[in-house]
């Protein structure tokens, strides 16, 4: 069974442009989730997708922003980036909503630079 | 609003001898428990959690941890350390409804050969 795939694992951007990551989920999960990894900041939550609705949303700013498709699979953007914005994004998936165990299975992170 | 306290950013351990990772967390109802240990330029793996049930909670690769509610705690411990256990633990809590997981800093371990 295939586990969480994110494009790109790599990608390096200039400030003022944008940015968009790619999260498949494993497969028959309906749940995605995204975070941000930096050294300061920690693990952050940004947002969870469930039925291509977003049900959950963290303190980022509207330049953060996602979606979801009726397969699963999510995107999220990041418009105008900022030099704080260089981080790994790590997206994470699970079976479904309300399903108490809380077991997030994460991808190996989209690795961002900005420069 | 629920948080999370792990104490020592950095811990080392010799090879062979116990493995104590602290996590304190702030819950104003009862929490769903979770250590997940990152490898470099990995994601993020499930290696125990508590939710309901027994407080001592055995993981994968001979880790375990106890919930204590008097003490607001959820420590990972393992009698015996390995080399491949070198990594970075994050300690994090859930609460029941929310599918939010918050995060604590993290302790990254370095096993001493």
Known sequence: KAGVTQTPRYLIKTRGQQVTLSCSPISGHRSVSWYQQTPGQGLQFLFEYFSETQRNKGNFPGRFSGRQFSNSRSEMNVSTLELGDSALYLCASSLARGVNTGELFFGEGSRLTVL | ?113
């Open chain 2, 1 to 113: 609003a629920q948080s999370v306290t792990q104490l020592g950013s950095h811990v080392s351990v010799s090879e062979g001898a116990l493995v104590l990772l602290r996590c304190n967390y702030s819950s104003s109802v009862p929490p769903y428990l979770f250590w997940y240990v990152q490898y470099p330029n990995q994601g993020l793996q499930l290696l125990l959690k508590y939710t309901t049930g027994a407080t001592l909670v055995k993981g994968i690769n001979g880790f375990e941890a106890e919930f204590k509610k008097s003490e607001t705690s959820f420590h990972l411990t393992k009698p015996s350390a390995h080399m491949s256990d070198a990594a970075e633990y994050f300690c994090a809590v859930r609460n029941f409804g929310n599918e939010k997981l918050t995060f604590g800093t993290g302790t990254r371990l370095t096993i001493i050969p």
